[in-house]
């Protein structure tokens, strides 16, 4: 149980770790859809990769934002020059697009680590979970939960590394460094949001090696959504292998691309959405931390679809994405 003098978030910031991750992840897409919303920062700081090109024409050129066009407004056009040029400086802070390997990378270890951390209830799951609110340490995940989630965690960061070296083809393309590190964060957040709420069970349980065995019968939630998770996990693998396979920049012909622009990032959202229902503690419909996590994916994501969009138009006219979805279908 967690006591005052252990509870060193709860103390500081008023709230447990639980309620922490799930603020990080909402700050994180909110502040994703603003940049988004703002045209200035969406073409310096959103886009990466194929879809940056022209960007640069969108930029206004540094000579033409210092230029006053009256004595006037010299002082606002020197400010707006600043901040322009400021911009522009951060925007040249990027890290090659490889480094997305490194998601997956802290993807896998922070999952074995908190494996190792529950089964040993080892001194990074006391602190946490003497960082946890009462209510949630009663309303608890059951340990099958936790283990049956942190095992999807593992298998799906485990999959996605393998995919980043062998499906990934060498590439010039850089992103921001920002959205290396949002994306850092967003891994070390999610794989603990997927067991972070059963920490009450895992406090009141001897856990042993024994217990990854499957003992007992699943539940109807079980059933229901690991089908989609695995099904989801597939879809995204087969699109991924397909995208690998193309000979340069093209529209897809595949059939998951048929009616979706990009239906890799329907599958994320599914694979989350899944694990969001799989984590849910007593008396919860859903997980929460999870589901905080899926926002931020959808934010992200979304975002995503909706420049990929804009570039498919661009590049091989309107028909290339005529009657199809971004990424939801029916919605988005």
């Not at 200035?40 to 886009?47: M, Q, T």
């Not at 390997?101 to 494996?115: K, P």
Request: aromatic residues 12%; proline residues 5%.
């Amino acid at each position: 149980m967690p006591s005052s003098e252990t509870s060193i978030v709860q103390n500081i910031l008023g709230m447990d770790v639980a309620d922490l991750i799930r603020l990080c992840f909402i700050f994180a897409a909110c502040t994703t859809f603003t940049f988004f919303s703002i045209p200035v920062l969406n073409i310096r700081f959103v886009n990466y990769g194929a879809r940056t090109s022209g960007r640069n024409n969108a930029v206004p050129s540094k000579s033409a934002a210092h230029e006053p066009t009256d004595e006037s407004s010299s002082t606002p056009s020197h400010n707006a020059g600043f901040i322009s040029q400021l911009m522009d400086t951060l925007t040249t802070w990027q890290v090659p697009h490889r480094y997305f390997t490194h998601y997956y990378v802290l993807s896998v270890l922070s999952s074995a680590f908190w494996i190792s951390q529950l089964l040993s209830k080892g001194p990074a799951f006391r602190f946490v979970a003497s960082n946890m609110s009462e209510e949630h340490l009663q309303n608890s995940m059951t340990v099958h939960q936790v283990i049956l989630c942190t095992t999807l965690m593992l298998i799906q960061g485990g999959r996605r590394l393998y995919e980043s070296f062998a499906l990934a083809k060498p590439s010039s393309s850089r992103m921001w460094v920002v959205h290396w590190l949002l994306g850092l964060c967003f891994y070390a957040g999610i794989t603990t949001a997927v067991w972070i709420e059963g920490s009450g069970s895992v406090l009141s349980t001897t856990l042993t090696i024994h217990d990854l065995r499957v003992s007992q019968v699943p539940s109807l939630r079980t059933l229901l959504c690991l089908p989609i998770f695995l099904i989801a996990s597939g879809t995204q693998h087969d699109a991924h292998h397909y995208l690998s396979s193309l000979k340069g920049y093209t529209v897809p012909k595949h059939p998951l691309f048929q009616w979706i622009i990009c239906p890799h990032y329907t599958a994320e959202c599914a694979i989350y959405l899944s694990l969001a229902f799989l984590a849910a503690p007593h008396r919860e419909i859903v997980n929460k931390s999870v589901l905080c996590g899926l926002l931020f994916v959808v934010a992200n994501l979304g975002v995503t679809a909706y420049n990929t969009e804009k570039w498919y138009k661009a590049k091989f006219g309107e028909d290339s994405v005529r009657g199809k979805w971004k990424m939801i279908p029916g919605i988005f």
